[in-house]
């Protein structure tokens, strides 16, 4: 049984930094892609960024790239999101997403960027930006 567990949220001043972990268990982590959502209360759960089964593509929506950095250490079974330059509109839940199936193929991540392509997730964690 797969289970992905987010840590690191919490509250911070705009323009300020948060790092989220996402700690993975329940098979082979370092063969899968990860991805991370966000969902604003009242709002759909929108796409923030993906890495995959190795960490050699990437991939990020357009309203945060240049600002949150997505890492993984296959070693440690961990997917982290590093986000710098923080805005009130980041405060969301975020959540720590993976695919059931596996691709050797990086450029997989490209083209998954709705909630619907990935199948488990953990339990989220709350960023709060204050202004």
């Known amino acids: 049984q797969v289970q992905l567990v987010e840590s690191g949220g919490g509250l911070v001043q705009a323009g300020g930094s948060l790092r989220l972990s996402c700690a993975a268990s329940?098979?082979?982590?370092?063969?899968?892609?990860m991805a991370w959502f966000r969902q604003a209360p009242g709002k759909e759960r929108d796409f923030v960024a993906a890495?995959?089964?190795?960490?050699?593509?990437?991939y990020y929506a357009g309203s945060v790239k240049g600002r949150f950095t997505i890492s993984r250490d296959n070693a440690k079974n961990t997917v982290y999101l590093q986000m710098n330059s923080l805005k009130p509109e980041d405060t969301a839940v975020y959540y720590c997403a993976a695919p059931r199936s596996a691709y050797s193929s990086g450029s997989y991540i490209y083209t998954r960027t709705t909630a619907a392509d990935y199948d488990y997730w953990g339990q989220g964690t709350q960023v709060t930006v204050s202004s």
């Open positions: 329940g098979r082979t982590f370092s063969s899968y892609a």
């Open positions: 890495i995959s089964w190795n960490g050699g593509n990437t």
